[in-house]
């Protein structure tokens, strides 16, 4: 084969500039808005069952992606909206009362001297040093800090929600072109890409469902309890004990367990008789009884991987990076799996994946 001319490497190179040009203006375009555009992605993949459904009897692609959006505006964000408000006035209100109402954790230290003596006295000395009324206030300070930056900016709020809605609604739509221009844009063979972007949905939902929307009705059940039995700040709780039922081993007894104890201690004890049993009965069998028929045949995650990645999406994304932190989890193992195959030995993956 004959030496190519030099003027196609300089345009090839030229073009290459050019485009790494284009896409960085266009990154900064779009990195005000990318966590929603993901959020809004992880959406749709998740309708996108329902989706396909209503689409067989509407046959209206614009129609239904207009039915979801509503259905989703009314039965999920505004609740959403509505208990992260509320979940800000409660913490403000245990902000204030956390270093006043300490006379239950003297009752508490006392009960538990007993046993802390049978300990050896490093471990004793590490006990009494724990401050739980520091401890509470900084949960609620943290709360009231994130909660807070929901609201703190109405108009970028209400901006955030516009383009969150408006992109689901065209990702609904256009759904199965997008797809195909993935297919077409990208390097690998179509087979390659086809189990590449199955294996990330597929772990989008197990994660989803198998592991997040489980922790999510736990921590729901969870403060409805402690709302019915007078737990201060019910809401806040109920969302740490969603958080903790990621925990592999403890779950939910991190935060229920001080909850009973505190209405003990202050002298409500068929309150904590109550949340102890509600507890036994509605919290802690959720996983084995709601879990696997949620789960099915998606892929299911280790619930450590998926608290890590809840944990870093917080800390990294503020409060959608409890979204998007397992969603780059997702992407990664699928990336992993294609690792695995052989894809990059092979230059193909293979039919096991």
Known sequence: MPPQP???TIEKWFFLLVTALVLYLFWQILEPFILVIVIATVVTVILSPIDKHLKKFLKRPRLCAAILSITTFFLIFIPILTVLFLMGTQASDLIRTAASDTAWLDELKSAATPIIQTLPNPVQNEIVAVDLAAIGKSVATWAFQNVGNVFSSSTQLILNT???FLCLYYLLVNREHLYNEALALSPLENETDKMLLKRIVNTIRGVVFGVLLVAL?????A???MTIFGVPGSLIWGALTAVAGLV???????VLIPAILYL???GSTIAALGLFIWSLIFVSTIDNLIGPSLIGGRAHLH???VLISVLGGLTAFGSVGAIAGPTILAALLGLLELYKSGILSAGKIHTHL
Do not use: E
């Open 217 to 221: 009705i736990q921590g729901v059940i």
């Open 264 to 266: 003990f201690f202050t």
């Open 303 to 305: 619930s450590f991987l």
């Open 248 to 254: 592999p081993l403890l779950g939910t007894a991190v």
């Open 223 to 225: 403060g409805i309890g």
């Open 6 to 8: 030099n003027h196609m």
């Open 162 to 164: 516009f383009i969150f």
